[in-house]
């Protein structure tokens, strides 16, 4: 009975020492919800950055759709207008309907600026296809502009997560000195989680973004050369214009010319103006005999 009555107070002391140690023992947060939310979560202040960086990301993507289309580079009733007026040799009704806010696209702007520089230009419409060239390349420089952002997106992203994933590792680091029992393995998992969430939504956003940057590399490239096929053959009709006449002034001088000729070489002949070479020929031979 001593016995059992000394080994009732050491048990006591006992159980009340653990429960003091369990009660000091920090109480650690567990990762429970699998969710897309509570994975973002548990990636940290980076993770929502990279979220925030994934809404930039789409808003270049719809932008890009909206400007790389071939309607909104070449509208059908700007190239049916122009036609229209370059036709008619109406240069300067052409110049004031590329300057119209609903005829605004790449072909306008860049045929716009070349007649514009080539009306006021010494060399006239000879300055016209390097002054659409100019403009095509500066209007083709803005569209690679919007372009390159998604570029930039899809460099950024796999850096931020790298980050992230590296702030994840001190923090493991830093629980495995301090820590110990199970609080250690649960901080160290929560730790783990938050670094390769981190790696996981860098490159969750920069996969994509390089794909639809590859993607629409392309297709400016394509509709460039199609709108600068356009732009050629409608640079082609201003010049064919100038052309023909300058061609008709010039075969009207030549006629002139011969029929001046003629003129002077008639009476040139009746009133002793310089005889034809196979006359003078005759001449001395006849003398000769």
């Not at 719809?62 to 370059?86: C, H, T, W």
């Not at 992203?157 to 199970?182: D, R």
């Not at 996969?207 to 394509?222: E, N, Q, S, T, Y």
């Amino acid at each position: 009975m001593h016995l059992i009555d000394q080994l009732i107070p050491m048990l006591s002391t006992t159980m009340l020492a653990v429960q003091d140690a369990a009660a000091a023992t920090p109480t650690v947060a567990v990762l429970t919800d699998r969710s897309l939310f509570g994975y973002i979560a548990a990636g940290g202040v980076v993770a929502i950055i990279l979220i925030m960086l994934s809404v930039v990301a789409l808003a270049l993507v719809v932008a890009n759709l909206i400007a790389v289309r071939r309607d909104a580079m070449a509208k059908p009733e700007v190239i049916v207008g122009l036609e229209g007026f370059l036709r008619e040799r109406r240069v300067e009704q052409a110049i004031a309907f590329c300057k119209l806010p609903e005829s605004g696209c790449f072909l306008a702007r860049g045929v716009g600026e070349g007649l514009s520089k080539s009306a006021r230009s010494q060399f006239g419409y000879l300055e016209l296809k390097p002054a659409m060239e100019e403009a095509g390349a500066r209007e083709a420089e803005r569209l690679d502009r919007l372009n390159y952002a998604l570029r930039v997106v899809s460099d950024l992203a796999p850096m931020l997560g790298l980050l992230g994933t590296v702030i994840g590792i001190i923090k493991a680091f830093a629980t495995i000195g301090a820590a110990e029992g199970v609080a250690r393995s649960t901080q160290l998992s929560n730790n783990m989680s938050e670094a390769l969430v981190n790696t996981a939504l860098g490159l969750g956003i920069a996969i994509p973004c390089l794909v639809m940057h590859a993607f629409f590399k392309r297709r400016i490239d394509g509709l460039v050369t199609e709108v600068g096929d356009i732009a050629e053959r409608l640079a082609m009709m201003a010049q064919g214009g100038l052309g023909q006449g300058g061609a008709g002034e010039a075969n009207a001088g030549q006629a002139g010319a011969g029929q001046g000729a003629g003129r002077s070489a008639g009476p040139a002949g009746v009133a002793g103006g310089p005889r034809p070479v196979s006359a003078a020929v005759t001449a001395s031979g006849g003398q000769g005999s």
